[in-house]
């Protein structure tokens, strides 16, 4: 994107009045010159650029507030999440077993998701069937409101600048050019980012104010990810290749790992793993965690112990992810914590950390969903006269 003298001033005078409205709307322009430090003029000229790109929207007047004034700096400001006019971005997460397409608004609220199971993951027949499916969930759900673009997330290495994914061992690919393949097909503006990563960008933007100061995400699935945030900003390091944490060594386990030592994360503690041993077990038919963890909520003991063994494994790496970054919230994506605040409790414990510190994704259940999206909303947020 071309860009021109004195327009990262702008940018990031934009980005500071929609990021302040994100995080304390409804508030007037005077309220947001106070809290971000930008002269009234500055907030009114950055919102009145905001309102016409329809990323704001004006709430009717407080009473006694009186209209007509210059500026107009006490009508409350918020993000434009209206059902007609409010912008949108759609998710696409790329799992192994199945994908889901979201559609979700300014504040990361899912409008909408589909879940789409499919089979053959070359990337020859995977991209183009995902490509129709989502234009038509696109067309069928976004309801005429302005569409930004396409956020997409998958596990592996995924380098966001040229929305590559380098490596996936699960679906078997490298170096595929996700993002360009998917705007080629859909027409729309598309962003690409690793999982956990995405994760992170969500918490940063739509959960817990203190996640923004700085994060790790751990994200348990059939694959394991970490991402670090601070003020704001995921680290990608060289080559976008942080975050994996697969042959972390967990304190205590034994679990040989294919790599040929014993007790790396991923051997310890993936849904693959997991599931695995609650076969081995004879506690479910086939190796699916949802299914381990509908055995432990309908009664049985036996699969509420191994999940209570994960959950401690997790608990013991997410110790040593603290003891190296200090961040202010941790957040774990896991499905049996996801859903049962008793395992979370036993991460928490397993950790040894104080009471709130490691939490859950804010969107519960639907965090990979939002996250997706998240991965279009993040440098929306950083930039916002650059997506319009
Ligand atoms: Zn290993």
Redesign the pocket.
């Known amino acids: 994107m071309t860009r021109i003298a004195g327009d990262s001033r702008a940018d990031a005078n934009a980005a500071a009045v929609l990021r302040t409205v994100l995080t304390h709307g409804p508030v007037a322009r005077s309220g947001i010159a106070r809290i971000c430090g930008l002269s009234p003029a500055a907030v009114s000229r950055q919102a009145t650029g905001l309102l016409a790109g329809g990323l704001l929207r004006e709430l009717p007047d407080p009473p006694g507030a009186g209209t007509g004034t210059a500026g107009r700096p006490l009508v409350p400001l918020d993000l434009n999440t209206g059902a007609v006019s409010g912008p949108v971005a759609a998710g696409l997460h790329i799992g192994v077993p199945a994908s889901t397409f979201s559609l979700v608004d300014l504040r990361g609220a899912i409008l909408a998701r589909r879940r789409l199971p499919h089979a053959d993951l070359h990337p020859d027949t995977l991209l183009p069937a995902l490509a129709s499916r989502l234009g038509a969930f696109l067309a069928e759900f976004a309801n005429g409101r302005p569409l930004l673009g396409l956020g997409a997330a998958l596990g592996g290495w995924v380098r966001p600048h040229d929305g590559v994914v380098v490596r996936h061992a699960a679906l078997g690919w490298h170096d595929v050019p996700l993002a360009a393949e998917l705007a080629d097909r859909l027409r729309l503006a598309v962003r690409v980012d690793n999982h956990a990563r995405a994760v992170a960008h969500a918490e940063m933007l739509f959960g817990r104010p203190e996640a923004r100061s700085s994060l790790v995400h751990l994200f348990i699935g059939n694959v394991v990810d970490a991402a670090f945030g601070i003020e704001g900003t995921v680290h990608q390091g060289p080559g976008a290749a942080a975050g994996d944490v697969?042959?972390l060594p967990v304190p205590g386990s034994r679990t040989p790992?294919?790599?040929?030592?014993t007790g790396?994360l991923?051997?310890a503690a993936s849904d693959t793993a997991l599931g695995a041993e609650a076969v081995r077990r004879g506690i479910v038919p086939e190796p699916s965690v949802p299914l381990l963890v509908d055995a432990a909520a309908t009664g049985d003991p036996r699969a509420d112990r191994l999940l209570r063994e994960r959950a401690r494994a997790v608990g013991r790496a997410a110790a040593l992810l603290l003891d190296v970054f200090n961040p202010a919230v941790m957040v774990v994506s896991e499905l049996s914590s996801v859903l049962h605040e008793g395992y979370l409790e036993e991460i928490r414990q397993a950790a040894a950390t104080q009471e709130g510190r490691i939490v859950s994704p804010h969107a519960g259940p639907a965090v990979l969903p939002v996250a997706a999206a998240a991965v279009l909303l993040d440098p929306l947020f950083r930039a916002p006269t650059h997506l319009n």
């Open positions: 697969a042959h790992c294919p790599c040929g030592r790396c991923q051997a």
